[in-house]
């Protein structure tokens, strides 16, 4: 069954530099998504992508975040100048549709971001 | 604004009982709500999605039900395994992508 991947499974930085965590959807999905978890805490959603732009971000993704569709398979979310509590599991996401659908998100393993 | 919860917060029983786990959401406007297991350390795999329209789902020893007007749902597992422990998550679309309650930790034990 088609899944959605995710690299690195484990990223440390040191605080202020800039990550890109990577993600490659399923091929036929038209949606696209990440969210993070801290530890303990709930999955949050930060930012959806549709025709290669922002469709939704919530107040979460603020100027240090960015997406983008280099090519036709990844989708990547960049954290400019990292912060301690941006340490979490971010979580790439991806489905055929949107809103009234029977189309399920499905969800990629993970990276987990330690900020040192 | 959306608000998700599930109770209880963790559950533990002995092989092969039944269980129900249950979640609950503040805005009766939603497309859908999806159940979702996290094992630790890992991602999310999705169980079961029920539409706005439908009242139950079914996905082998899992049923899903959905009240929409009082903000209800559960998720009942038949004849549980120790294979079953992992973090339960409900998750509701409305107008803003998927709101997450916190989880059910399940542990069954044989």
């Known amino acids: 069954e088609p899944e959605v991947t995710q690299t690195p499974s484990h990223q440390v930085t040191q605080m202020g530099q800039e990550v890109i965590l990577r993600c490659v959807p399923i091929?036929?999905?038209?949606?696209f998504y990440w969210y993070r978890q801290i530890l303990g805490q709930k999955v949050e959603f930060l930012v959806s992508?549709?025709?290669?732009?922002?469709?939704?971000k919530s107040e979460i993704f603020d100027d240090q975040f960015s997406v983008e569709r280099p090519d036709g398979s990844n989708f990547t979310l960049k954290i400019r100048s990292t912060k301690l509590e941006d340490s979490a599991m971010y979580f790439c996401?991806?489905?055929?549709?949107?809103?009234?659908?029977?189309?399920?998100?499905?969800f990629g393993d993970g990276t987990r971001l330690s900020i040192l | 604004k959306q608000e998700v919860t599930q109770i209880p917060a963790a559950l533990s029983v002995p092989e092969g009982e039944n269980l129900v786990l249950n979640c609950s959401f503040t805005?009766?406007?939603?497309?859908?709500l999806q159940w979702f297991r996290q094992d630790p350390g890992k991602g999310l795999t999705s169980l079961l999605l029920?539409?706005?329209?439908?009242r139950e789902q079914t996905s082998g020893r899992l049923n899903a039900s959905l009240d929409k007007s009082s903000g209800r749902s559960t998720l009942y597992i038949a004849a549980s395994q120790p294979g079953d422990s992992a973090t339960y998550l409900c998750a509701v679309v409305g107008n803003t992508p998927l709101v997450f309650g916190k989880g059910t930790r399940l542990s069954v034990i044989a």
């Open positions: 805005d009766s406007a939603i497309y859908n």
């Open positions: 996401a991806s489905s055929k549709w949107q809103g009234p659908s029977n189309q399920p998100q499905h």
């Open positions: 992508f549709y025709n290669n732009e922002i469709s939704e």
């Open positions: 029920i539409q706005s329209s439908q």
């Open positions: 091929s036929n999905h038209l949606y």
